[in-house]
């Protein structure tokens, strides 16, 4: 059921928020042992609010998130709930206060019914670098979901949840919509308030919704998005009501597919799928131009690899067994408790990183990659920006392949980091995008990304909502 289904049987009075609630958890205690898809169920919290949403609701509160459930990824602060990052370093860690994209969606009262599994400190394109257990997708439970906000797709895409939230740092919110056939978007830089996201690379993550459909993504968009003086990159832009795009009418806009982005090794289904939903764009009035050219983008990933991992090193510095989160203690010595506390508080994946990041930012390598990688990532964004003067968004898959088995990547980091090229340059140049299932190959979801303008989260919603409005991708649902 979509946001708006249910919205309107709340407001119908053929449904309680209760009865909702009680079918989610009840699916949650069904299907979580064959998917594990989240770290924390609060029970006895969604039912207190899906009560009070009730209780809203009968005095005619309109509000279109109100008594609806949803997941938020276990990198949110949640006041008095567990926000674990799915990292032993924070596995007892209850935050004091509510981030802000929380306290927004408070004001609109929903039912918050878990918290989602993800990659440590969102550190992963697979959900396997949870220090919990890895999470199964629900197409085929021996593939992954795709990552770091694994939990929160699977979560949508099982029916766990209605929708979700998730953050994207180099494109953790659409490659596990696209590799779970989920509706999930990046929003611009700075559209989304940061504030209580716990860091990883601060440049880059972004919090976005990951749903059933465009119409649902617009109405969270509308609940999450907007300047926040607690964010120092929070941009004061004015917020329209994005459900006013929803047209379906495409006439006359311009849409350009970078070649870059069908890169060598594609999976030839993953191709065929995104030819074919590309043609059904211009059907629907769009003008395509094949060809485009953003020469840079082969450089992105390494590029990424280097700024990601040097911010990460600076961010995680404060995990030091002191302040908060997992303390060694079986020592006198300062210097080794702080040693066996990273040592035993973080996995081999954020080790990895951090290692990256402090080397490339070490005196005598500061220039010879940081530097180097941060002009990489101007280049990345003019070339974005002088694609934008011509079409009005770009079209790419939104993963190279369809998800691959669980286990096959893990001991191949540079295999691993590949799945995500098609979405990091997004990250790179601070542009929104998303992700809309485009088909299935052997029964495994494919996803379509949509890119745009600063700030133009509209058209590509717009581009979105059309597509699936001609389309049934998005209404199929796995069977577990």
């Known amino acids: 059921m979509t946001i708006h289904e249910a919205h309107q049987l709340l407001k119908t009075k053929q449904l309680s ?28 919290l969604a039912l207190k609010q899906a009560q009070e949403a009730d209780e809203l609701i009968a005095t005619g509160n309109t509000n279109p998130l109100t008594g609806i459930p949803v997941l938020i990824k276990d990198n949110m602060c949640t006041k008095g709930i567990k926000t674990t990052c799915s990292s032993k370093m924070l596995e007892n860690f209850v935050p004091p206060y509510d981030a802000t994209v929380v306290e927004r969606l408070n004001g609109h009262h929903p039912v918050i019914i878990g918290k989602a599994n993800m990659d440590e400190f969102a550190m992963g394109s697979s959900t396997e670098n949870s220090a919990f257990f890895p999470t199964h997708n629900p197409w085929d439970l021996s593939r992954v979901p795709g990552g770091s906000s694994g939990g929160s797709a699977v979560g949508v895409a099982s029916g766990e949840a209605i929708y979700a939230l998730g953050s994207d740092t ?87 597919v970078p070649k870059e982005y069908f890169v060598e090794g594609m999976q030839t289904e993953v191709e065929t799928a995104i030819r074919a939903a590309i043609a059904k764009l211009k059907e629907l009035g769009a003008k395509i131009e094949w060809g485009v050219s953003l020469p840079s983008t082969p450089y992105a990933l390494a590029a990424y690899y280097i700024i990601a991992p040097s911010e990460a090193s600076a961010n995680l510095a404060r995990y030091d067994g002191v302040k908060y989160g997992f303390s060694y203690q079986e020592t006198d010595n300062m210097w080794e408790a702080l040693e066996k506390t990273r040592q035993y508080g973080f996995g081999p994946e954020v080790k990895r990183r951090i290692m990256l990041g402090t080397y490339a930012l070490s005196a005598g390598y500061y220039d010879a990659w940081y530097l180097k990688a941060q002009k990489v990532r101007t280049l990345i964004r003019q070339e974005f920006d002088q694609a934008f003067s011509k079409f009005d968004a770009l079209i790419t898959p939104t993963s190279p392949t369809v998800p691959f088995k669980i286990g096959e ?72």
Request: with cysteine.
């Open 409 to 480: 990547k893990v001991d191949d980091p540079l295999q691993m980091y590949l799945s995500d090229i098609c979405t990091l340059p997004i990250n790179i140049a601070g542009v929104p995008a998303i992700s809309i299932p485009a088909g299935f190959a052997d029964g495994l979801p494919i996803g379509m990304q949509i890119i745009g303008k600063p700030f133009a989260e509209e058209t590509i919603l717009k581009i979105a909502y059309a597509y699936q409005q001609a389309t049934e991708w998005h209404k199929r649902r796995p069977e577990i």
């Open 170 to 256: 180099g494109g953790s919110v659409r490659q596990p919509a696209g590799f779970c056939s989920v509706t999930g978007l990046k929003p611009t830089y700075g559209r989304v308030s940061r504030y209580g996201l716990v860091a990883f690379a601060s440049s880059l993550d972004q919090i976005g919704p990951l749903t059933q459909d465009v119409t649902d993504c617009a109405l969270v968009l509308n609940a999450i998005a907007g300047y926040d003086p607690r964010d120092s990159t929070s941009v004061p832009e004015p917020t329209p009501d994005y459900t006013q795009c929803l047209t379906g009418n495409l006439n006359g806009l311009r849409l350009g």
């Open 17 to 44: 928020s209760v009865e909702l609630t009680k079918a989610h958890l009840a699916r949650i205690h069904e299907i979580e042992p064959k998917i594990s898809a989240l770290v924390t169920v609060t029970d006895e």
